[in-house]
């Protein structure tokens, strides 16, 4: 025995000793600090002793490896009291500790004497090694499905278009269902769903540059045999619905330089001329708005432009505007069309000045293009085009994304951003701090609003609306009530009466923490839903992530760094500040789905933080970062949305880092998953069953592709649809992957991975007695997806 305990074996064992110490030692340096930090003493302790466990190894001793066996099971029972059986939080605490475990049992046997003791041992802490991990791989993190509510809901769609056949407008109808009653394909006959045919849009960028801004968002709209869409620089298109082959083409000639941060355009809008010839040119057009900001009319038939549209079928909507750089104002919705009024907002680029063109809404007849009415929030009276010599009010709160209309009430529903220059709030003025982050009744005669509500109060952590509301029946005790349900960006939804803006679930104030760069104008309190939230509980130093206990720990360091007080902490100049969840948390542009007639809400959210700092005007300036247009120097400061913004006339930059990504992997600090999919009892506002979205077949350290199809919850952007058929068509997320989801059961029924990302949300309608379901595969530069042109059907095969 004593063999063991002297050197003169286990040659083998001083590579493995080097490796330990030098990973001791860096465990033991963070694990100082991050205990200073008031954080976890396990990596400071476990450190020291991998320390010595390596000089053991070093000097050829079985002590060594023995002491490693023991720091590996007191891991093993540390991970289980920090996580239980969270199994991608055992991930770091685990896995890496593993890989060395089987290195060190392998080294064992060589110490002579040892030999027999050494394997018995080691096979024993496998075996337990090996139950633990079954337990936590056998272990769902998904909440229990619950019975279908009983089909008893009859819900009248307000829109004068109606999903079904067809599917008319972007989100089904502008009630914003996302909703066919189609039941061709069903849970028990999806698995045989293949690929009917593929259409390439042929719009693919240029140049390199443009290659880092793509991202094809559209929905297509089908009416009669017809898709109509538009590509990532708004060149429409009509092709066969049962085909796929192409009708016709126009090319608006949008140039490169107005891309904003996207080349994207989410969809086309469609409008019949009340009593005209069906042979008249025009009579049925299919109108878009572009990223130069020009509203486009063409003959639905033929593509032709609508000569008695404005001029040739085009109207600028920048008129009254001032002036500009190319990119900072851009139509990248479809517009809403009620009672023959054409409703759009703009996307005016974030963080970049705070004089940015206004946030105007502006209405124009669907026939003639003129422009029937402009709400400027600073100045309503104002009825059309403004007086001359003057423009616009600049840097108000606009409309990025798409409204909802009831047609019935007249009544546009507009879900409001925040005034520009989105993390400082000290310039704004009354009026803009009334209407930012809100949703706006609009009355579409006369441009002005009927009520207000607005989600988060003196907004600077850019949770601006990005989702349409929902048009519903709600059911309450004294019957149904035209209602909407809202989603927002922190995961709230609220129930609203549409004709008044009241909640019909209460919506409470709650106290928010206070302080940051400008106590003065934070809202002591905060709007919360009773109803129901997509958003987890505050962050805590455990859930910090990682693929080794190296990286994860220094996501806690980075966590206690860094202020965090919970929901709403306000943003910091001093260091950094974590905003949970991020601005692409909770629900964002691809809305929710409904099925009114089992009563479910179909949510497809992201659970990510920001790890954000304002940086002071000088900083900023020396880093170069300048708004668009700006000769002086930069580019915005480049990369996602926020990651170095200038914030021009404030005292602030803004520096995101969009989903905390780690320093050294690239991987996300927050522990998965990072989005998920849940169905939601519209009745009561409980949730049904909540599944992560997406598999880690795409993602992976240092941006390399893992290939495992594990169920990891991704980033996603892109909504879902909800058919008859009692199924789920959703895409989104990461993989690339158009999924097929059990809407009693959350469970995924079939899979097709897509040419490229799917980062749009997808459309069902009938052609020649099949039903199809079709999406873009456009992917997405901020998501990291590959970027392609392809629409993409899929039908169940002929005569099934």
């Known amino acids: 025995m004593a063999t063991s305990s002297r050197p003169g074996g286990g040659w083998a064992a001083v590579p493995l000793g080097i490796v330990i110490a030098l990973i001791g030692l860096v465990l033991a340096g963070g694990g100082a600090w991050l205990a200073l930090l008031g954080g976890s003493l396990y990596y400071l302790i476990a450190g020291i002793a ?145 690929r009917a045919w593929i259409f390439h849009t042929g719009d693919m960028p240029r140049t390199a540059a443009a290659a880092k801004q793509y991202g094809a968002e559209t929905t297509p709209l089908k009416i009669g045999n017809t898709l109509y869409l538009c590509s990532a620089r708004n060149i429409m298109i009509a092709v066969d619905a049962a085909s796929g082959r192409q009708r016709w083409r126009y090319d608006p000639q949008v140039p490169d330089a107005w891309i904003p941060y996207t080349a994207a355009c989410r969809g086309v809008a469609y409008y019949a001329v009340p009593n005209a010839p069906g042979n008249q040119l025009c009579a049925a057009r299919v109108i878009e708005g572009t990223l130069d900001g020009r509203l486009i009319a063409v003959d639905a038939p033929s ?73 400027d929030m600073m100045h309503p009276d104002w009825q059309g085009d403004p007086p001359a010599g003057q423009t616009y009010e600049r840097g108000t709160p606009n409309m990025w994304t798409t409204a909802s209309g009831d047609e019935q ?7 409001m951003g925040n005034s520009a220059v989105d993390y400082w709030s000290s310039s704004r003025r009354p009026v803009e701090n009334e209407f930012a982050t809100s949703l706006v009744a609009l009355d579409v005669t006369t441009g002005r609003p009927r009520w207000r509500f607005q989600a988060v109060h003196r907004d600077v952590w850019d949770y601006d609306f990005g989702a349409q509301a929902t048009l519903v029946d709600f059911p309450t005790a004294g019957g149904a009530v035209p209602a909407l349900i809202l989603p927002s960006k922190q995961g709230d939804l609220f129930v609203l009466d549409r004709r008044t803006g009241r909640p019909l679930v209460p919506v409470v104030e709650r106290p928010v923490p206070q302080g940051g760069v400008e106590p003065q104008q934070r809202s002591r309190t905060q709007p919360f839903s009773t109803y129901h939230t997509l958003r987890r509980p505050d962050l805590t130093e455990r859930q910090m992530w990682g693929m080794s206990p190296i990286d994860q720990m220094i996501c806690r360091i980075q966590f ?59 900083e900023a300036n020396r880093r170069g970062w300048a708004p668009r247009g700006e000769e002086r120097g930069g580019s915005m400061g480049g990369g996602a949305e926020g990651a170095g913004d200038p914030q021009w006339g404030a005292p602030y930059a803004i520096s995101v880092n969009a989903g905390w990504r780690m320093p050294l992997t690239g991987l996300l600090c927050k522990e998965p998953p990072y989005g998920g999919i849940r169905a939601i009892d519209m009745r009561t506002g409980r949730t049904m069953w909540d599944r992560p979205l997406g598999t880690a077949r795409e993602n992976g350290p240092f941006g390399i592709p893992s290939g495992l199809p594990l169920t990891i919850g991704t980033p996603n952007n892109g909504g879902s ?80």
Request: a positive charge.
């Open 50 to 194: 991998l320390i010595v466990s390596g000089v053991l190894l070093i000097l050829r001793r079985a002590a060594g490896a023995w002491l490693y066996v023991a720091i590996f099971v007191a891991t093993l029972l540390w991970a289980f009291w920090e996580v239980g059986l969270d199994a991608w939080g055992l991930v770091p605490r685990l896995v890496g500790p593993f890989v060395l475990l089987l290195l060190v049992v392998l080294v064992l046997p060589t110490f002579g004497a040892a030999r027999w003791r050494s394997a018995f041992a080691s096979i024993a802490v496998l075996v337990v090694l090996g139950v633990g991990l079954g337990v936590v791989a056998g272990r769902s993190s998904d909440a229990a499905p619950g019975a279908l509510p009983p089909v008893a809901l009859a819900m009248a769609d307000p829109s004068p278009l109606q999903a079904g056949a067809d599917w008319p407008a972007y989100g089904g109808t502008f009630a914003a269902r996302r909703y066919s009653p189609l039941a061709q394909i069903t849970p028990d006959n999806v698995a045989q769903l293949q």
């Open 303 to 375: 593509g032709r432009p609508c000569p008695d549209f404005g001029t040739n079928g085009q109207v600028d909507a920048k008129i009254g505007l001032g002036p500009m750089a190319p990119g900072m104002f851009s139509i990248s919705s479809s517009p809403t069309i009620v009672r023959g009024v054409v409703v759009t907002g703009a996307e005016i680029l974030d963080g970049q000045r705070r004089d940015a063109p206004s946030g105007v809404i502006q209405g124009f007849d669907a026939v003639t293009g003129q422009k029937r009415w402009a709400w």
């Open 409 to 415: 009430l007249g009544l546009v529903y507009l879900p």
């Open 560 to 618: 206690r760094r860094a202020a965090y007080r919970g929901y709403f902490t306000p943003p910091e100049t001093d260091r950094r500040y974590i905003e949970y969840p991020g601005y692409n948390g909770g629900t964002d542009w691809g809305g929710i789905a409904v099925d009114p007639r089992r009563g479910i809400i179909v949510a497809n959210y992201n659970d990510m933080p920001n790890y954000n700092r304002l940086v002071p005007r000088a």
């Open 721 to 800: 649809v909800v058919t008859a058929g009692g199924l789920i068509f959703v895409a989104a997320a990461t993989d690339n992957l158009i999924r097929a989801i059990d809407l009693r059961t959350g469970r995924v029924l079939w899979s097709d991975a897509l040419p490229a990302g799917g980062q749009a949300t997808p459309m069902v309608y009938e052609a020649n007695g099949r039903e199809y379901l079709v999406i873009m595969a456009g992917g997405h530069h901020f998501m990291e997806t590959p970027i392609g042109d392809a629409l993409v059907a899929y039908a169940l095969p002929r005569g099934t």
